[in-house]
Antibody, heavy 122, light 110 residues
Framework: EVQLVESGGGLVQPGGSLRLSCAASGFSFSTHEMNWVRQAPGKGLEWVSYISSSGNTIYYADSVKGRFTISRDNAKNSLYLQMKSLSPEDTAIYYC????????????????WGQGTMVTVS | QSVLTQPPSVSAAPGQKVTISCSGSSSNIGRNFVSWYEQLPGTAPKLLIYDNNKRPSGIPDRFSASKSGTSATLGITGLQTGDEADYYCGTWDSSLSAWVFGGGTKLTVL
């Protein structure tokens, strides 16, 4: 079964740091681009960061640039998000999501999502 | 303020049809494929539509979507109470080098 399982969330004080993990199973993790997407309580989805399959290409949302670092360990089938200088505005459920091109000639989409891990900054 | 614009809410009776719009710009919807995601209460988002109008296996044909210019539309027919959820459009923004989502639309089946 294709699965993504996030962990590492919790309560942290403003200015603090936290490292999220996403364990992938049931598919070839090393060949897939991955993303972090977050959702503040009662709010919509907000894309946070992207990493290519090799880790060589990385993008961040402006709201987290300079504070968050995405990384991956293909040998461990794991995705990470190192978060520092956290503020209450970072309070959210953080989801990892797999990027996949599902059709020839098509484009990428987020076809597999984890269950999310809650980060509370207070 | 989301890059893609969706109505906050829509509603319809069971068995009826509803459409949800998603408006963007030339840098996102205008040049890239659109996906739609369904988020049932208390759960993670789930892919509903990809490449503007394609359904992943397991998604019933009651769900359809289209794209025209810088806008996209999700349609749901034969509404069921189980369709009550938040629906999000999403695409890549080539100018921002970022994935962008709509603010989400809450569907209520009356």
């Amino acid at each position: 079964e294709v699965q993504l399982v996030e962990s590492g969330g919790g309560l942290v004080q403003p200015g603090g740091s936290l490292r999220l993990s996403c364990a992938a199973s049931g598919f070839s993790f090393s060949t897939h681009e991955m993303n972090w997407v977050r959702q503040a309580p009662g709010k919509g989805l907000e894309w946070v960061s992207y990493i290519s399959s090799s880790g060589n290409t990385i993008y961040y949302a402006d709201s987290v640039k300079g504070r968050f670092t995405i990384s991956r360990d293909n040998a461990k089938n794991s995705l990470y998000l190192q978060m520092k200088s956290l503020s209450p505005e970072d309070t959210a459920i953080y989801y990892c999501a797999r990027e996949e091109t599902l059709a020839v000639g098509g484009s990428d989409t987020f076809d597999v999502w984890g269950q999310g891990t809650m980060v509370t900054v207070s | 303020q989301s890059v893609l614009t969706q109505p906050p809410s829509v509603s319809a009776a069971p068995g009826q049809k509803v459409t949800i719009s998603c408006s963007g710009s030339s840098s996102n919807i205008g040049r890239n494929f659109v996906s739609w995601y369904e988020q049932l209460p208390g759960t993670a988002p789930k892919l509903l539509i990809y490449d503007n109008n394609k359904r992943p296996s397991g998604i019933p044909d009651r769900f359809s979507a289209s794209k025209s210019g810088t806008s996209a539309t999700l349609g749901i027919t034969g509404l069921q109470t189980g369709d009550e959820a938040d629906y999000y459009c999403g695409t890549w923004d080539s100018s921002l080098s970022a994935w962008v989502f709509g603010g989400g639309t809450k569907l209520t089946v009356l």
